[in-house]
T-cell receptor, first 116, second 116 residues
Framework: DTGVSQDPRHKITKRGQNVTFRCDPI?????LYWYRQTLGQGPEFLTY????????KSRLLSDRFSAERPKGSFSTLEIQRTEQGDSAMYLC??????????????FGSGTQLSVL | AQSVTQLGSHVSVSEGALVLLRCNYS??????LFWYVQYPNQGLQLLLK??????LVKGINGFEAEFKKSETSFHLTKPSAHMSDAAEYFC??????????????FGTGTKLQVIP
């Protein structure tokens, strides 16, 4: 169990550029979540994957955002035409699909995005 | 919709003093409640969870929380603060979705400062 891994840790980009983040969940965790955290706020739900299926997307996820989990393992979150308001910490979390265990989320260290 | 409110964005205590971080919840159904801790430059880590069993829940690092339905509260306490407890603490509530997964809603967080 190596924990949830996110890459990169930090990303600085210019407004209008596209960025992609990667999340590797704990192996055998088939539930994967993306959250966004801005300064002074708690994490906000963005989207959820059950295996490769994206089952829910928040209204926070505009059409510039897209997330995938093609083989039910790692996931990517892409932001197109970044805006300064996209600057935040993007957190990935995973959990097992077992009764009594599924409610605990294991978080990665996050990707800190700064849009200049 | 379920939500949590954390009272006090910053709390300072002396080393060895009682830690009390306040959280009130709003939920139309019996809630699952959590406390997560976030150390600088790290992801969130589960401290403890309430899932409708015992109302007094013990977590890691000497923390505990008591679920009080009459007060809609789930305050976090620790009898004696340690320097290593300095971190940001998030109260959270789960909204179980029809697909069997959870959507966790976090509070805005409380930064705990421990004064030597």
């Amino acid at each position: 169990d190596t924990g949830v891994s996110q890459d990169p840790r930090h990303k600085i980009t210019k407004r209008g550029q596209n960025v992609t983040f990667r999340c590797d969940p704990i192996s055998e965790h088939n539930r994967l979540y993306w959250y966004r955290q801005t300064l002074g706020q708690g994490p906000e739900f963005l989207t959820y994957f059950q295996n490769e299926a994206q089952l829910e997307k928040s209204r926070l996820l505009s059409d510039r955002f897209s997330a995938e989990r093609p083989k039910g393992s790692f996931s990517t979150l892409e932001i197109q035409r970044t805006e300064q308001g996209d600057s935040a910490m993007y957190l990935c979390a995973s959990s097992p699909d077992r009764t009594g265990s599924s409610e605990k989320l294991f978080f990665g260290s996050g990707t800190q995005l700064s849009v200049l | 919709a379920q939500s949590v409110t954390q009272l006090g964005s910053h709390v300072s205590v002396s080393e060895g003093a009682l830690v009390l971080l306040r959280c009130n919840y709003s939920s139309s159904v019996p809630p699952y409640l959590f406390w997560y801790v976030q150390y600088p430059n790290q992801g969130l880590q589960l401290l403890l969870k309430y899932t409708s069993a015992a109302t007094l829940v013990k977590g890691i690092n000497g923390f505990e929380a008591e679920f009080k339905k009459s007060e809609t509260s789930f305050h976090l306490t620790k009898p004696s603060a340690h320097m290593s407890d300095a971190a940001e603490y998030f109260c959270a509530v789960t909204n179980w979705r029809s697909g069997g997964y959870q959507k966790v809603t976090f509070g805005t967080g409380t930064k705990l400062q421990v004064i030597p």
